[in-house]
């Protein structure tokens, strides 16, 4: 089956310009992950979607970053007034989200560059 | 906060020499999970560990879970060059609310 999908693998923008990143997850998968990834850096987590419940935001930096989670499976992240400190390349992950089974399957990431 | 620490954050090793990466929790972990992330891709899951004392094997990697589930280790027996990359430890220290949360990495350089 169709494994975690990001668009666009690749985006450069310009500083101040809004962008949305999208992930596709596994079909099935309750739990969703962002992650942010600096050149040479570990994971930097974002934001924790788990089924219904409210979102664990706690590691989004700024107001400036936002996700959602429509219907429970495709989610966007966006990012308003880029700053040239927001590029990096950003993971989603995710996972079917029972205790015994909360392995994380990753897309291929959306590697942003900022101007 | 709670956090999961590695060390060490690098490790340069001639081929053929082993290596290994340790992992540490500030709390008691549901399970402990291992992923690979080599240069320019992205983290792959190897293994998850359960049960206090478990030890794993896959080929050479051998990986850990501490008696008391704070703590894990993966250890690589004579190294290759395929073994590049970095290797994260996850766990779970939301005590049920299934969110994992990664190390800080260990960046494995192989020498050949």
């Known amino acids: 089956g169709a494994g975690v999908s990001q668009s666009p693998s690749n985006k450069v923008t310009e500083k101040g310009k809004d962008v949305e990143l999208r992930c596709d997850p596994i079909?099935?998968?309750?739990?969703l992950y962002w992650y942010r990834q600096s050149l040479g850096q570990g994971l930097e987590f974002l934001i924790y979607?788990?089924?219904?419940?409210?979102?664990?935001k706690s590691g989004l930096p700024s107001d400036r970053f936002s996700a959602e989670r429509t219907g429970g499976s495709v989610s966007t992240l966006t990012i308003q007034r880029t700053q040239q400190e927001d590029s990096a390349v950003y993971l989603c992950?995710?996972?079917?989200?029972?205790?015994?089974?909360?392995?994380?399957?990753f897309g291929a990431g959306t590697r942003l560059s900022v101007l | 906060g709670q956090q999961v620490m590695q060390i060490p954050q690098y490790q340069h090793v001639q081929e053929g020499e082993d290596f290994t990466t340790y992992c540490n929790s500030s709390?008691?972990?549901?399970?402990i999970q291992w992923y690979k992330q080599r240069p320019g891709g992205h983290p792959v899951f190897l293994i998850q560990?359960?049960?206090?004392?478990e030890v794993k094997k896959q080929k050479r990697l051998t990986f850990q879970f501490g008696e008391a589930k704070k703590n894990s280790s993966l250890h690589i027996t004579a190294t290759q060059t395929t073994d590049v990359g970095t290797y994260f430890c996850?766990?779970?220290?939301?005590?049920?609310?299934?969110?994992?949360?990664f190390g800080t990495g260990t960046k494995l350089q192989v020498i050949p």
């Open positions: 992950a995710s996972s079917p989200g029972h205790l015994a089974k909360n392995i994380q399957y």
């Open positions: 079909s099935g998968h309750t739990a």
């Open positions: 979607f788990q089924g219904n419940s409210a979102p664990d």
């Open positions: 709390t008691t972990l549901s399970n």
């Open positions: 560990l359960v049960k206090s004392g």
């Open positions: 996850a766990g779970d220290l939301s005590g049920g609310y299934q969110k994992v949360t």
